[in-house]
């Protein structure tokens, strides 16, 4: 084997959250990134039981991004699909470094046997939190190194606890060859894919850390203030009635994430046709500052579509301004929109040449193998 190209073990939920297109494109990104790079590939699901819909549909992913013999999915029983269990094993017992996104690995008898063991936090802010305050193990134990995607995480202004840990900041990759600039406009309008809910909300100094509800609900007012229309695609349930009153009057033009965005492919399209984004950030990451960047939004700007997001404190790193613009409240995001409605196509271009300086995969990952490897040899 060349001695630069590695082996490498990449894991997460992929199939075993079903209808989660941009999911999906967040792991790919990894693995077709890496692979890009040379890098002999595997893409491993840890899940508690394998059933048939989740077997199909993860055969499915497989054969749309050409992963066969190159993913498999498996059981602490060691019930696995895609490869049998012998060739799992002795794909990580041959690995020289593991992406352990969400250390979803930890405490597997696969996980040891790689020398470089990469935990890659996600969701930043909360993992350490439900960690240090909550007293849930995040699987942060036994990794070599700690990658996050929250640029300010262990820095001065953020608040949230390291937990010993020493987090290196990245962005998440975007294989900027799958998101070439979008030819077409479908939503002439302000995109984004997002649940109302999600899970978690925890209280920690005094401070509440919330979820993406408690963020939009200051948001109201914008759509009756901004030049284009506001249509995210989010999934909120009708028992939210209050809220989903709310929406309705000040303006929100719903679309439904099932529909649009429930697979690669449709979130692809929904994303590449989008006039722009509109990212709303849980509330969590915004009062921690803790510098998270979506990779939700990085397809946006390489698909050329500005992206106008909540800042979470992710300004203090990374260029603003042009084709990613920052907002804190609801006046400043109508701002926003209103500057990219000024000088569009100004907006676009600097939305993909964002993109090719800070996310491309290439550069992403080639640091971060770098990064792993180092760690475990420390």
Not at 349 to 359: I, K, P
Request: hydrophobic share 45%; glycine share 10%; aromatic share 8%.
């Amino acid at each position: 084997m060349h001695p630069e190209r590695r082996r490498i073990v990449v894991t997460s939920m992929v199939a075993g959250v079903p209808g989660q297109g941009g999911w999906v494109w967040a792991v790919l990104q990894w693995v077709l990134g890496l692979r890009q790079l040379g890098h002999d590939v595997l893409l491993l699901e840890p899940v508690d039981r394998i059933q048939p819909a989740t077997r199909a549909g993860f055969a499915k992913i497989v054969g749309e991004f050409g992963l066969g013999g190159a993913a498999a999915m498996v059981t602490p029983s060691r019930d696995s699909a895609g490869l049998e269990f012998g060739a799992i094993a002795q794909r990580c017992r041959e690995a020289d470094v593991l992406f352990d996104i969400a250390g979803v690995l930890a405490g597997s008898e696969l996980f040891d046997p790689i020398p470089a063991r990469a935990y890659v936090d996600v969701d930043p802010g909360f993992t350490q939190l439900w960690h240090r305050s909550e007293g849930i193990d995040m699987g942060l134990a036994g990794h070599t190194a700690h990658f996050t995607v929250g640029l300010n995480i262990g820095a001065p202004a953020c608040p949230v606890p390291t937990c010993g840990v020493e987090w290196v900041p990245t962005l998440p990759p975007v294989v900027l060859e799958r998101w070439p600039v979008a030819p077409r406009l479908e939503h002439d309008g302000l995109t984004t894919v997002a649940n109302w809910r999600g899970y978690g909300s925890v209280e920690h100094g005094g401070v509440f850390y919330g979820q993406k509800a408690h963020a939009w609900r200051q948001l109201f007012p914008l759509p009756r203030l901004s030049p284009r229309p506001c249509t995210p695609a989010l999934a909120i349930h009708a028992g939210e009635e209050k809220d989903v009153a709310a929406l309705a009057e000040h303006g929100w033009s719903l679309l439904d994430p099932a529909v649009v965005a429930a697979t690669p492919a449709a979130y692809h399209r929904f994303v590449s046709g989008s006039w722009a984004e509109l990212g709303v950030a849980k509330s969590g990451y915004v009062v921690s500052r803790s510098g998270w960047f979506s990779d939700r939004s990085a397809c946006y700007l390489a698909a050329g579509r500005p992206v106008v997001a909540q800042d979470t404190g992710f300004s203090d790193r990374l260029p603003v301004g042009e084709g990613l613009l920052a907002f804190d409240g609801v006046e400043d995001a109508a701002d926003a929109i209103a500057a990219v409605a000024s000088d569009y196509e100004r907006h676009r271009r600097a939305a993909r040449a964002f993109a090719e300086d800070h996310l491309d995969s290439r550069r992403v990952l080639g640091r971060l193998v770098a990064l792993a490897a180092e760690g475990s040899s420390a």
